[in-house]
């Protein structure tokens, strides 16, 4: 068990909708970070926030969102899903930044019918 | 579980034998290296680390070698058990950027 905690661990829902995910980092942990997984791209860091604030951004879409809340849990924002969506997106956690260790939780697999 | 990518490579060995899985890294600037393993279901769990500053580091069964010059990392493990099946990936750290960088991935078969 990494700490990291993810929910839900499935969703699935339509082309159109709007979902977040939600993650609660390791105790002491002050940054997180999300990947989203898909089969054909691999692992793919899409946004990281550290002590609230976003601190680096990867290929994340303009219909994604994230942010870090005061008690340091994370949520993602996916609006206006695509069936390209789906995919496991996961989250990350370390003490700071930089060249440490990133912990992953188990992922949310969103399922876009 | 989902498979991680259907076309992999895959490297089988048998139970007992050491294991040796590469990745060849991109970044000439990287100085910081990951190896994770990923059981199927799961998110990727951190194994060992490595910073540019050093060429080997040994943990439990598990030893990390990175040459820089050819920009190449190895994972070695030792007396490759049944549970060590996954796949495994190696990811950089681009200059203390925050974000790392996913390889491909090695699926690693254990048979008895």
């Known amino acids: 068990d990494s700490g990291v905690t993810q929910t839900p661990k499935h969703l699935i829902t339509a082309t159109g909708q709007r979902v977040t995910l939600r993650c609660s980092p390791r105790?002491?942990?002050?940054?997180v970070y999300w990947y989203q997984q898909s089969l054909d791209q691999g692992l793919q860091f899409l946004i990281q926030?550290?002590?609230?604030?976003?601190?680096a951004k990867g290929n994340i879409l303009e219909r994604f969102s994230a942010q870090q809340f005061p008690d340091l849990h994370s949520e993602l924002n996916l609006s206006s899903l695509e069936l390209g969506d789906s995919a496991l997106y996961f989250c990350?956690?370390?003490?700071?930044?930089?060249?440490?260790?990133?912990?992953f939780g188990d992922g949310t697999r969103l399922s876009i019918l | 579980g989902e498979s991680v990518g259907l076309h992999l490579p895959t490297l089988s060995v048998q139970e007992g034998d050491n294991s040796i899985i590469n990745c060849a890294y991109s970044?000439?600037?990287?100085?910081?290296f990951i190896w994770y393993k990923q059981e199927s279901g799961k998110g990727p769990q951190f194994i060992i680390d490595?910073?540019?500053?050093?060429d080997k580091r040994q943990g439990q069964r598990v030893t990390v070698l990175l040459n820089k010059t050819v920009k190449h990392l190895s994972l070695q493990i030792a007396a490759t058990q049944p549970g060590d099946s996954a796949v495994y990936f190696c990811?950089?750290?681009?200059?203390?950027?925050?974000?790392?960088?996913f390889g491909t991935g090695t699926r690693l078969q254990v048979f008895p």
């Open positions: 990350a956690s370390s003490v700071e930044g930089g060249n440490q260790p990133q912990h």
């Open positions: 105790s002491g942990d002050l940054s």
């Open positions: 926030y550290y002590n609230g604030e976003e601190r």
């Open positions: 970044n000439s600037a990287s100085d910081y």
């Open positions: 490595i910073r540019s500053n050093m």
């Open positions: 990811a950089e750290n681009i200059g203390n950027t925050d974000k790392l960088i």
